[in-house]
């Protein structure tokens, strides 16, 4: 009985040594799982705040692309503006000259004959000029001081407008330019993506790369300098986008064929504000009647000249030209050129400034079948000491054998290359069903996030002791 006790005792603690290796074992496998579980958590967070840095620096890129949208419709609403105050001055010099001249529309009325389905204009016609003459026959000539300074106090009102639009579209110019000088060099980018990362963990470093940042080519600046002049599709733009009254004021009233009374006769409202070499905003109005009669055997022609007015805007840098001013050269010619043109000159403008169409940005590439777009890349990364792992900044710092499941990234830092794209796309289908083409006259600029470049990765490999990143 007593051997069979002493054997017993002899078998206990032989299992010892083999839980002593199975306590060391599980230490050494709970250790490698915390310390890979750190690892990971600090590389999601890095990748996380690489995607969130280079989408909110985008976001900077296709807001200013955005803003530069929003302000090339300013410039050609006030260009737009500036063009009516220019109509509305040639229109009342125009309105001013046909109460002067009402006595001459009434004889020119009384003697031809004009279709009867154009009485009721005629009368219009007839009224508001013959009816304001009329007035100032009635007042002694009050109404004719009255007119004359009413033209002469709109025109400086309207010399105020067309100054502040001026202003407004210069303003707007320079703002572009400033945005773009901003945005070129990726500075306010790598600002922004740092002040990104810094919010996630303050000891995150955020960097761009500069050698696949395509923004400052994306964009140029179109303007009048001593290569030429590129304001051409701005003008376009402003010259379509003017209002039906800007645009051409036309209409004609017409007499019947009466042999050998008369034949071709047509009173003519002819008139229209034009943009002239992109320095010059130019109103004409003109109103004459033609017709011919038959004299000693041969159709002769009788034009006489009722009402015109003239405004302009002038920069004095543009170069001399003419336009069409709702076909008053072809139509009107003898009222347009020997009464319209002189008072212009003399009027010399409304007495505005004007310094003419402003640069305006626009894409470097103009091409339809292109897709325009930019990217940036930016590359995250968090100093070795600073990573909450056993080898960083981590209180569980084992020793001894533990030491070589410690992490230790190439080049002392862990780091996640990330990289966005700005694209244009209009978030709607046009009603129209046509295609929107990319341009900086509609603010449909995004941002997407997409795989880095085979450069991007050669160059993060460049700072982490050549090891490049998936």
Known sequence: MNRIDLRATRSEGQALPLGVFFILATAAVMYLMFNSGRVIDEKLRITNAADGAA????????????????????????QVAIAQAISLASWMHYFRTGVDNAGLLGSVASKWIFDPSDYPQLLVL??????????????????EGGLDAAVEMLDH????IVTAHDTASLALSLSQTLIHAELAAGLAQEAIANEV??????????ELNRSTHGFDHLTRS??????????????????????????????????????????NVELKRRGGTELINYDEWRAIDTLEHEGQRLRKGSWRWTRTSIAWGAAKADSGDGEPGTASHGNSYRDNPRTTKKHAEPSMSDMNSIGARFSGLPATRDLANLDRTSDP???LSIRVSKARHALRTSGGSSVVRPEGRLRQFDSVPPGDEMAALSRAEVFFDRPQLRQDGKAEYASLYNPYWQVRLVSPTNGDRAWAATRQEGVVLP
């Open 157 to 160: 009102m309207l010399a105020a």
């Open 126 to 143: 007839l009224a508001s000029f013959g009816g304001s003459a009329y007035l100032d026959y009635l007042s002694g000539g009050g109404l």
């Open 197 to 206: 990362v810094r919010r996630i963990d303050p000891a995150m470093r955020a």
């Open 55 to 78: 989408y909110s620096a985008a976001v900077l890129e296709a807001r200013a692309l955005n803003y530069d949208a929003y302000a090339n419709r300013a410039i050609v609403a006030n």
């Open 222 to 263: 179109y303007a009048k300098d001593g290569s030429g002049d590129e304001r051409g599709r701005l003008g376009d733009v402003v010259l379509r986008s003017r209002d039906d009254f800007s645009s051409e004021r036309k209409w004609s009233l017409h007499g019947p064929d009466i042999w050998p009374l008369q034949r």
């Open 373 to 375: 777009g930019t990217g």
